[in-house]
């Protein structure tokens, strides 16, 4: 979006807005303790009013002096009566900034007055409220320089936002302007200009409400997908890294909606060079990501982003999302390519999340934080969980290397292959205030091959070595305070593992994954879902001894939550063939069109008309970024539910979407390419095949029903056949079934290898859905 002209009466306040962005996303991984002064912080005996909150983010500013709300009508009303402009501050409890500006400015009791005293201070967990977060992070991008969090707004009582940014240090410093300084300027100019300060803001929501819309107008189509699908590959190849793979100079998301595009580009062009250019670049960056620090080496499990373009050095919270996202993306490449690293890297992340975020009610907490206690210390640090030093290594890892053309300790062979060294391997711009001195993120600098080549070594026994040198420094990292659990378990994350755990285990055959998506999705059912209104609630926690707590302010469900849950017990269905959680879905399905559907101009709105009510805009999602858009997985799910059912009013609904996002979709598609996805399928011929297994004159074969001239079988016509098993698919994503789909399908449904199948191997790693989405025509 491009950014919106401040009215001149407050040119001075976004001015300290646009002065507060961080300089170098590098700052981001290491903190900021040059700028942490000595500042009074002891911490009043008696809580704010956050104590009564669930939310882990608010709780951790429960015994802040500031006289802190949650979002509600109370703050509201106090704003109004008193005329006093609202501060209203967004974060989560994994973010390591926000942490950062907590102890900085949050537990200073003099800001703590000023914010109590000048202003109604409102705070917002964003995974709680992303729809407050979503309003106001539109209003921070289009007139500062950019977003992030902790993100702070000053808002009128009236909720119309007019100024805001993200970090503010406390104090003023060479090149930015102190969160006091800026405090004490709001309040000046609130009794100074407070009406043209209003009218301004109402002009700002105005210009952003118009710059935001997203409706059919005069189109009746979406546009063409095989224009959009190029334009999208284009753009996203002119940004590619070569080098290190990922689409971005820093920091570095691992985006898997892009790589899911990738992939789907590749099967629909296959033959062309372009085709097999969006395979080695997605593959790519997939290995080098796995390759990388931003992969706990050690623990499993993927951090939030790298700070470099090597993938090398992290921000240290795991979010649940990525692990969903990422497994499903590990698991798509091994189903292309057949390579057992890439099922290797999706089962250790699923491992993770079982053993680090699951909750015995089969639900998945959100998130484990960034920071953690240091042994011996007594404040947090960025990644202290995860950083070795040599000494560490030796100590832990001093036996001999039997067989090496040298004289070797496991711990030496340990750090070669991670590229461990003697004065960290964490260099000064990644560490621009010294605090990891000494301290190595592990990434493997060498395949197995290189590192056992380079001793005289077999690869099976340097594999084996490492294995064990692993599991030591697990035993060690176990003794070490843990970074903090985020409890909360949302409706819309727990829907994307579901996904993970579905998809995953259907393509190993694993039938203990498939298990856990199904005690997932009992968990939303049971804790999640209100049978009496037919409607989702956003989240709840982990109580004391197991149990499942709901949230003091019980919110319904978002769009995202609808959405993301629909696509998890779709894909459910697909891999236990359990009809159940189909037919949730489609209920599912009914009730977000009812809330969130926008019957003039198309599209999902992302909240409820009734929620809406206290925000000054209702927005649709249009951005694909660490989530996928709604609307996007939306298009996904109205597809396949057609293909199941039949009904041409979710194909009707899926065209007017995807219409509605025409402009955005032609403009910038890179910005949406999870719904690029939706389109290229959508413009596809949907089938409805009927697939067997049987047998004639005493030979085992298939045959398919309702393809290209009514059958593709086994045995070449349609001669008299007793059929054993059938199975119907809808083939989504190619006009036709042809002979090795064919194949491919006995492999997957049946369990039997038809003679002359050159795909055998398939019977183990391709599920229902890949068989029909990427594998429809080999």
């Known amino acids: 979006m491009r950014k919106l002209r401040s009215p001149k009466a407050f040119i001075d306040l976004q001015i300290v807005s646009r002065s507060m962005s961080l300089s170098s996303p590098i700052a981001m991984a290491t903190g900021a303790k040059d700028q942490r002064q000595s500042l009074n912080q002891t911490q009043p005996p008696v809580p704010n009013r956050l104590i009564h909150e669930k939310s882990p983010y608010l709780l951790q500013h429960a015994y802040n002096p500031v006289d802190w709300f949650p979002w509600g009508q109370e703050a509201f009303d106090k704003a109004k009566k008193e005329n006093k402009p609202i501060f209203l501050s967004v974060g989560y409890s994994t973010c390591h900034w926000c ?42 991008q289009a007139t500062s320089s950019g977003g992030g969090w902790p993100m702070n707004v000053w808002l009128t009582p009236d909720l119309q936002p007019f100024v805001g940014g993200t970090y503010f240090p406390p104090e003023d410093g060479v090149t930015r302007v102190g969160f006091r300084t800026v405090l004490l300027r709001i309040r000046e100019q609130w009794k100074q200009n407070k009406a043209m300060l209003m009218a301004n803001s109402q002009r700002v929501t105005a210009s952003l409400l118009a710059r935001s819309e997203i409706c059919m107008g005069d189109r009746e189509l979406p546009p063409s997908a095989s224009a959009v699908s190029n334009r999208c590959f284009q753009q996203l190849e002119e940004v590619y890294d070569e080098e290190h793979g990922g689409f971005a100079e820093v920091p570095k998301f691992p985006t898997p909606v892009i790589l899911s595009f990738l992939f789907s580009y590749w099967a629909t062009h296959r033959m062309a060079t372009d085709g097999f250019r969006a395979q080695q670049m997605a593959m790519h960056t997939l290995k080098m990501m796995a390759n990388g620090g931003i992969r706990d080496h050690v623990g499993q499990g993927f951090h939030r982003y790298s700070t470099d373009r090597q993938w090398h050095i992290p921000h240290f919270e795991k979010m649940l999302y990525d692990q969903a996202q990422l497994a499903v993306a590990y698991i798509q490449a091994f189903q292309i390519s057949g390579d057992e690293f890439f099922a290797d890297i999706a089962k250790d992340i699923l491992q993770y999340v079982s053993q680090n975020l699951s909750h015995q009610s089969g639900g998945f907490c959100s998130a484990e934080d960034a920071d953690s206690m240091p042994e011996g210390e007594k404040k947090p640090k960025e990644g202290a969980y995860y950083l070795w030093k040599v000494k560490e290594i030796k100590d832990l890892l001093p036996d001999p290397v039997e067989g090496s053309n040298e004289p070797l300790t496991l711990g030496q062979l340990f750090m070669k292959h991670y590229g461990i060294t003697e004065n960290g391997n964490i260099g000064s711009t990644q560490d621009p205030h010294g605090e990891l001195q000494g301290q190595n993120v592990l990434t493997v600098r060498y395949s197995m091959d290189l590192t056992a080549a380079r001793y005289g070594l077999e690869a099976e026994a340097v594999r084996t070595l490492l294995d064990i040198g692993r599991e030591k420094l697990i035993q060690t990292r176990k003794r070490r305070p843990r970074p903090r659990l985020d409890s909360k378990m949302l409706a819309a994350w727990n829907g994307l593992m579901v996904s993970g755990y579905a998809i995953t285990g259907a393509t190993l055959g694993n039938e203990e994954m498939i298990k856990q998506a199904i005690d997932g999705a009992k968990f939303l059912k049971r804790h999640l879902f209100d049978v009496s209104s037919g409607r989702l609630i956003r989240g709840c926690y982990a109580g004391a001894g197991g149990t499942v707590e709901q949230s003091s302010s019980q919110w319904w469900g978002f769009l995202e939550d609808y959405a993301f849950v629909i696509r998890g017990l779709l894909d459910l269905y697909e891999a236990s063939r359990e009809s159940a959680w189909l037919e949730w879905a489609l209920k599912l399905q009914d009730m977000q069109d009812k809330l969130f559907w926008d019957t003039q101009g198309g599209g999902y709105f992302c909240n409820e008309v009734e929620l809406r009510n206290d925000l000054p805009l209702r927005l649709k999602d249009d951005q694909d970024g660490s989530e996928p858009s709604a609307n996007s997985v939306s298009a996904h799910n109205l597809l396949r539910i057609h293909g199941y059912t039949g009904r041409r009013d979710y194909m009707e609904k899926c065209v007017k979407l995807l219409t509605a996002f025409s402009d955005r979709l032609w403009k910038v598609p890179v910005a949406l390419p999870e719904m690029v996805r939706a389109l290229i399928i959508q413009q596809q011929t949907v089938k409805q095949v009927r697939l067997g297994a049987g047998h004639k004159n005493g030979r085992v074969g298939v045959k398919a029903e309702g393809a290209r001239e009514g059958r593709v079988g086994g045995w070449g016509g349609r001669q008299a056949w007793t059929p054993l098993l059938t199975q119907t698919l809808s083939c989504m994503f190619l006009p036709t079934l042809t002979q090795d789909c064919l194949y491919v399908c006995a492999c997957v449904l049946f369990k039997i290898c038809v003679p002359g199948c050159a795909f055998a191997f398939l019977h183990r790693c391709v599920s229902t859905s890949v068989c029909v989405h990427l594998y429809a025509c080999l």
Do not use: A
């Open 99 to 140: 942490h950062v500006m907590e102890e900085e400015s949050f537990q200073n009791k003099d800001i703590g007055q000023i914010l109590s005293e000048d202003f109604v201070s409102i705070k917002v967990d964003r995974e709680e409220r992303p729809d407050v977060d979503k309003v106001y992070m539109t209003f921070v």
